[in-house]
Each structure stands twice: as C-alpha cells, then as structure tokens.
C-alpha cells in the first residue's frame, strides 16, 4: 500500500511526465534540478529590488564603476569556485552544497551590516529640490559606511547569481548529455522562471520589510543546497535502463550521490581531443598544485578553440543585455522618486516577465531545441536583440523599453539561454567544472563591464540621449549572431560524433 507520501510524489512525478518526455531514471535528478534552481532564483530575485535601490541611492553615476568592481570580484572569485571542485577530497555533489550554503550564510551577515548602516538623509530626498528631477542625491550625501555596505551588497548579489547558477549547471550538465539536455533542460529552467516570479512577486508584495528580505533569501539559497543533493544518478537505475533498451541511449551519466568520484571516460576524452591539442591533453593529466588548479579554468579555455568561441559569444550577450539594463535603470531612476516604489516597479517589471518566459519553457524549449537545434536556439537572441535596438531607436519611450525587454528576456530564456548550456555538454569533464565557471563568472562580468564603459562614453557625448546609445550597440549584435551560427554549427557536429563513438550495449 502507498503512503501518502509516495502517492503525492507519484502524482507529481505523472504531472510532470505530462508536459515533458522524461523517462522513469531521469525524474529524480530533473525534479532536484528543477527545484534547485527555483531557490536559488528566488532568492536572487528577493534582494535584487532592494541591491538596485541601494545601488541608485549612491548615485546613478555609480553603475558604471559598480559593473567594473563586479568583474574584479569576479576575477578573484571563479579561480576559488574552481578549486572547490578541483579538491580530491570534496565530492562534486557536495563541492555544489558548500557553494550555496557559503552564499546563505553571507546574506546572513550582510543582514547584520544592512540593518545597522543607515542614510544620514531620508532616501525620498533626491536631486529635484535642486534641478527639478527625481534623480537621487548620491554618494556624496552617505557614510562611507553607508557606502561600503551598499556597494558590497551590489558586489555580492552579481556574484552569487553567477557563481551559484553556472556550478548548478556544470553539475547538471555533468549528469545529462545532448540528447537528454534538449528534452529536459527547458523544464529545468521553468524551475528557474518559477523561482523568479515567486521571489519577484514575494518582493514586490513585502517590499516594506527592506533587509529583512535577506533573512528569507538566505532561508532559500539554504533549501537550494538541500535541493542540489539529488542532481545525480543512481547506478543501478542507469544500469537497468541500458539493460533494457540493448543500446546506448540512456541519456544520464552513471554515477552515485554517495561520495562519488568521477573520473574522466574514454569517449569524454576523445571528446575533448577535437577541440583541443592531444599535447595539451597530457600537461592537463599531469598533477598540480592545488594553488595553480584554482587557474586551470583560464588554460582549458585558452588552449580550446571551442571554449573561446563560447565565451567570444557570451561576452557580446552580456555587453549587449547591460546596455539595455542601464537605459531601464536609468528611465526609473529618472521618473520615480520613492524608494519603495521604486523597488515595487523592479520586482514588477520581473513579475510581468517571468510569465511569459515560464509558459514558453514549459510548452516551446524541449520541442524547439528538439526540432530546431541549438544553432537556431542561440542565434535566436542576437537577432531579436538586434531588431529591439532598432525599435528604441525609433521610439524612444517608457512603454517601448517595458515591450523590447520582456520580448529580449523571453527569447534568452525560452531559447538561448538553455542552447547556450547544450554547448558544454560536448566538452571534457574538467571543461564542465572549471572552464565553465570561468567563462559564465568572468566573462560575463566583463561583458558587463565592457558595456559599463560604453555606456557612460557615449552617454555623455550624446548629452543625456539614452535612446540613441543602441544604435552604438547594433554591429556587435551582427558579430553576434555570425559568432552564435558558427558556434551553433560546432555543437551539432559535435554531438554526433560523440554520439558515434558512445559504446553500445547488448
């Protein structure tokens, strides 16, 4: 007879199997994966509103300088993320648990330092008893402790969005392969979507509580490290499914929760030696210090001309979204004095759009990366990009901005953003945990970065014109998608050939 338990849990499992084709080994490790992303992006999403406010209240001559000490931190920061799952001694699955454990118990501290670190002036105070706008007084006006804090905060939440979503994925990527990535990885990201519409709408709703909401965030990124337990596969269910189908066509890496060592396959090492040098595939096989493995990342990438591919095409996604990051902050910035509405609007703004992304992944991803291949999934974006630029540039208003982001995002998450992660499952098992942190933490920053600098450049000698500083960012969305195709191209003969050389079973 069923508990109770096991009756919910197989009434879930059946919901589930309803909108996506997943077989009876692949539930357990698609639910935690699912479900771990839905803490994490909650969580992220809880603070966002309030890193962003702290982040305006210095001034929106700030952003720039803060996207730059962003990709320092980050830069100091991926090498260490490395070496956590570089040591012999900590378990990959327990590598990520540590990760996102460290990352609640910091939202604990800066808590502490939120609650105590006070404006000298009432935020609602802004520039427009001066020159009649609504644009905050600055930095000038705070504490240098004030000062440390809100810019540590901003600092912190980049990095723990970046650090904690690329090793979940270079966990989940590590478990699955192309063909069960392409049928699986759009529900995993509505676990995403999910969690930022929840923390989102939780935000907006409870934006009075202020810092107090880095007390339920940290209570969130703690159930994402619980969560990411089960991103695995039992052996004996891996086993039994090959058994039964006499092929090779069990989509899921065997391997075990149970402090598990995985080591490097034959095929994966074939895998790698197409896109990289058999010399340099020796030096990597050779032992190293632990210090010099916290920078193993960066030689994997160098020595790969895929790899640098990758992150040639996520640098020109991240300096393109910033720009249009810094023209919705600064609109906002501009038009909206309060500081709680003003966090009410961001938390809305990501409400409105997470419903759209949710409802594509769970009815558009599986069927298009299926059908279509990641090479339409990722060009995708910088074509959709390319025509939004085009569309601020001609109709320069606040309602055109709301209508181009919500399409941009829905695009990436529907499409891109799980074709981009199809990309590394072609890759070696040291390329999945080390290059791949590298390349989403730091080359993601720099993007960041890079548009930071744009941005405030041409801001300043347009006078102010933020809408015609898209039309600046047009050409690199062309190298985008020319990168994006031949990236695209790359993949999908890669994964045939792993998939020809993958061993078969009777």
């Known amino acids: 007879m069923m508990t109770p338990r096991r009756r919910l849990r197989a009434r879930a499992e059946a919901a589930v199997a309803s909108v996506v084709a997943v077989r009876p080994h692949e539930m357990p490790p698609l639910m935690s994966a699912a479900a771990t992303f839905f803490f ?12 962003d406010e702290g982040a305006i209240s210095l001034g929106l001559d700030t952003l720039p300088g803060l996207f730059v000490g962003s990709l320092l931190l980050t ?7 490395s070496l956590v799952f570089s040591l012999p001694s900590i378990p990959k699955p327990r590598a990520l648990v540590l990760i996102h454990r460290f990352f609640s118990i910091s939202l604990l501290a800066f808590f502490v330092l939120w609650f105590v670190s006070t404006p000298r002036q009432p935020q609602s105070i802004s520039q427009s008893s001066k020159d009649g706008s609504n644009e905050p007084a600055g930095w000038r006006y705070q504490s240098w402790f004030y000062i440390v804090v809100r810019t540590s905060f901003f600092l912190w939440v980049a990095l723990l969005n970046l650090i904690t979503i690329s090793s979940t994925w270079a966990r989940v990527i590590d478990v699955m392969d192309s063909e069960s990535g ?3 990885f759009g529900f995993i990201g509505a676990g995403a979507t999910l969690g930022q519409l929840f923390g989102s709408l939780f935000a907006a709703s409870m934006a009075w509580l202020g810092p107090f909401l880095l007390l339920f965030s940290s209570l969130l990124m703690e159930l994402a490290a619980l969560s990411s337990k089960g991103i695995c596969m039992d052996g004996n269910h891996g086993s039994t499914e090959l058994s039964q189908t006499g092929i090779h066509d069990s989509p899921l890496s065997i391997a075990s929760c149970r402090g598990e060592q995985v080591q490097n396959t034959e095929a994966d090492d074939e895998m790698s030696s197409l896109v990289t040098s058999p010399s340099s595939l020796l030096q990597a096989k050779k032992s190293k210090p632990e210090f010099f493995v916290m920078f193993e990342g960066f030689w994997l990438i160098l020595r790969s001309s895929y790899l640098i591919y990758i992150s040639v095409f996520l640098w020109l996604s991240a300096v393109v979204s910033s720009v249009f990051y810094f023209q919705k902050v ?19 703004i990501n409400s409105f759009i997470a419903v759209f992304i949710l409802a594509g992944q769970l009815t558009l991803t599986g069927q298009i990366l299926t059908v279509a291949g990641v090479t339409v999934a990722i060009c995708a974006s910088p074509f959709i990009a390319a025509s939004n630029l085009v569309a601020l540039a001609l109709w320069p208003t606040w309602v055109a901005v709301a209508v181009t982001e919500t399409i941009r995002k829905v695009t990436t998450y529907v499409l891109t953003r799980p074709g981009r992660e199809l990309l590394f499952t072609v890759v070696s098992h040291d390329e999945k945990y080390k ?8 080359v993601q920053r720099l993007g960041d970065a890079t548009a930071a600098g744009i941005f405030r450049l041409i801001f300043s000698s347009l006078e102010n014109k933020s809408s015609m500083v898209t039309l600046y ?4 969305c062309f190298l985008w998608l020319i990168t994006a195709f031949h990236l695209g191209r790359l993949q999908t003969n890669l994964a045939k050939l792993q998939a020809a050389s993958a061993p078969t079973y009777s």
């Open 75 to 81: 830069v100091l920061a991926a090498p260490v993320a």
């Open 473 to 476: 960012a047009l050409p690199l």
């Open 40 to 51: 994490i992006l909650s969580a992220y999403f809880v603070v966002l509103p309030l890193r």
């Open 182 to 184: 392409s049928r699986l």
């Open 435 to 442: 290059a791949k942190v590298c390349i989403d933490v730091i």
């Open 330 to 348: 600064t609109i906002v910035a501009t038009t909206i004095s309060s500081p709680t509405v003003r966090r009410r609007t961001f938390a809305l």
